[in-house]
């Protein structure tokens, strides 16, 4: 997880500061979820996620019991426990005395929402988010909570407790940024960044384009048995290969051949990456180095291009071995379009 302060945080709604923690959980097929816990003014913490383009945000607390089985002590005891009196001056000594104020302001949102059991924190995720997930219209709110958890809290960890236990990090982090006695992490840093791979995007890209023709798939085939439901026969192959004939499987491997074509990506949510553009670049082929040095670039991305600090360009110590200090372009793109070492 990273802590960050940025201004745009404040703009997310009424009463949230500028503080926030943010972990990027990428699963085995290069899919990923970005979690943020923001802080708000009265002391409270908000969990965010983007789901089909739009920014969930639920209070902190209602996760943490949905997560496990646990009482209001447990939680504190967890949040609190960085913080000794008897070694409040000592160094590494994380916390503060307010942090007990603030669970106890996260544990009163709970309360003040008649939520005690797990079960009926789950009931109220499932309440909330059941009419915006496609196909668990007619699941039980239970269900869907438990799907919610599934595929976008901290989607790289299975076991609930693991989830739990990171969440309750995730807070102490957040907390002792508050308390100035933490800095906030260098996203410029390498040891913060992760590069994204040709193989990488083309597999999530793929994913996304099977769900879509699956969804509109599935579409066509209930709407046909709506409208034709005496005359249709689910069970007859020739039937459904007539209905999946308005929505040919061609159009999957188009729009990746499109995508290797353009650089775009025609995406409804946007894969939980910065920019939809400028994926790809023509190679040039003037010597067989100049061809070969395009295979071991690193480009920061296209957001960043338009910047006007130099924070982002700077040479950092820790990138010593694994990007070359000195092999990057003049002018615009200096020290955004960088090149892998040759030990790397």
Not at 136 to 146: D, G, N, P, T
Not at 152 to 178: E, G, T
Not at 215 to 242: P, S, T, V, Y
Request: some cysteine.
């Amino acid at each position: 997880p990273m802590s960050m302060v940025r201004s745009s945080f404040r703009d997310r709604r009424e009463g949230y500061t500028d503080k926030a923690v943010v972990i990027r959980c990428v699963r085995k097929d290069q899919s990923s979820v970005t979690l943020k816990l923001y802080y708000l003014l009265n002391g409270s913490v908000r969990l965010g996620f983007w789901l089909q383009g739009k920014e969930y945000l639920l209070p902190v607390g209602i996760v943490l019991k949905a997560l496990v089985d646990t009482n209001d002590l447990e939680i504190f005891n967890h949040l609190t426990c960085c913080y000794d009196e008897k070694y409040k001056k000592e160094k590494g000594a994380v916390g503060s005395p307010l942090v007990s104020e603030r669970v106890k302001i996260i544990l009163a949102e709970v309360q003040d929402l008649s939520l005690t059991t797990r079960l009926q924190c789950l009931q109220h995720i499932g309440e909330h988010f059941q009419p915006v997930i496609d196909g668990l219209q007619s699941e039980s709110y239970y269900a869907v909570a438990e799907t919610v958890i599934r595929d976008y809290i901290f989607v790289h960890l299975n076991d609930n407790n693991d989830k739990f236990n990171l969440l309750i990090f995730m807070l102490q982090k957040l907390f002792s940024l508050v308390d100035h006695t933490s800095v906030s992490d260098n996203p410029d840093s390498l040891q913060n960044q992760e590069i994204l791979l040709p193989g990488h995007l083309i597999t999530i890209y793929l994913k996304e384009k099977l769900e879509d023709w699956l969804r509109k798939g599935k579409k066509l085939i209930q709407d046909e048995i709506e409208n034709n439901g005496k005359k249709f026969d689910f069970f007859n192959l020739a039937n459904i290969k007539k209905v999946m004939e308005k929505n040919p499987s061609k159009q999957i491997g188009t729009s990746i051949e499109t995508m290797l074509k353009t650089g775009r990506l025609a995406t409804q949510t946007g894969l939980d990456l910065q920019q939809r553009a400028g994926y790809t670049v023509q190679a040039e082929r003037l010597n067989f180095l100049r061809f070969i040095s395009f295979f071991r670039a690193v480009h920061r991305g296209a957001s960043f291009a338009g910047l006007r600090t130099t924070s982002v360009r700077k040479l950092l110590p820790e990138s010593w071995g694994f990007l070359c200090p000195v092999h990057t372009p003049d002018g615009e793109p200096c020290g955004l379009l960088n090149h892998m070492t040759s030990t790397c």
